[in-house]
């Protein structure tokens, strides 16, 4: 079975862009969370999506948005970027049965450099 | 609020000694634990967790966790570490009391970096 896929892999963008990135959940898994990876902060978490809908959202400002299909596959948009935005991106992807133990499983990550 | 400490941010240790990354942690509920390993320019690779029940945790790649409920700790060992272990490692939580039943979400410690020496 496929794993998590992530697209794109890398990106450059200047300030002020927006950017979208993408992420495709392994066949079968409902749930999918995105986290942001800096060396100086770690792994955040940003949101969950289950059933195209919004379950949690960390402590991002508004700028950071995103979505999921009827597919399970999920978007994220970060909009007016500034140099901060810089990191990897992760996506993982939960089976979502309703039972809580589930493992999420990560996407190789999409590297965003904001110039 | 949940949070998760690796105090560690670097172990080093001889190939085919034990080894030991260490993880506390701080929840409201019952905690469910997790290890995470990433190799370079790579994503987390899971390797095992806790949910309940036994204390020993077996995993992926020879990898076991000890859940210590009174001292709030989920290190990770290995009986005999390889060149190839060489990675950061993260532990993360999720805490249900305070994210709700229906999330998956987890809070990540900092990441130990571990250097198996040949």
């Known amino acids: 079975k496929a794993g998590v896929t992530q697209t794109p892999r890398y990106l450059i963008k200047t300030r002020g862009q927006q950017v979208t990135l993408s992420c495709s959940p392994i066949?079968?898994?409902?749930?999918v969370s995105w986290y942001q990876q800096t060396p100086g902060q770690g792994l955040q978490f940003l949101f969950e999506?289950?059933?195209?809908?919004?379950?949690n959202k960390g402590n991002f400002p508004g700028r950071f948005s995103g979505r999921q299909f009827s597919n399970s596959r999920s978007e994220m948009n970060v909009s007016t970027l500034e140099l901060g935005d810089s990191a990897l991106y992760l996506c993982?992807?939960?089976?979502?049965?309703?039972?809580?133990?589930?493992?999420?499983?990560f996407g190789p990550g999409t590297r965003l450099t904001v110039l | 609020a949940q949070s998760v400490a690796q105090p560690e941010d670097q172990v080093n240790v001889a190939e085919g000694n034990p080894l030991t990354v260490k993880c506390t942690y701080s929840v409201s509920g019952n905690p469910y634990l997790f290890w995470y390993v990433q190799y370079p320019n790579r994503g987390l690779q899971f390797l095992l967790k806790y949910i309940t029940g036994d204390n020993l945790v077996k995993g992926s790649y020879g990898f076991e966790a000890e859940f210590n409920k009174s001292q709030t700790s989920f290190h990770l060992k290995k009986p005999s570490a390889l060149v190839s272990d060489s990675a950061l490692y993260f532990c993360a939580v999720r805490d249900l009391y305070t994210r709700g039943a229906g999330s998956y979400q987890l809070t990540f410690g900092k990441g130990t970096k571990l250097s198996v020496i040949p």
């Open positions: 993982a992807s939960s089976l979502a049965l309703g039972v809580s133990t589930d493992t999420q499983y």
């Open positions: 066949s079968g898994h409902r749930s």
């Open positions: 999506y289950f059933s195209e809908t919004q379950r």
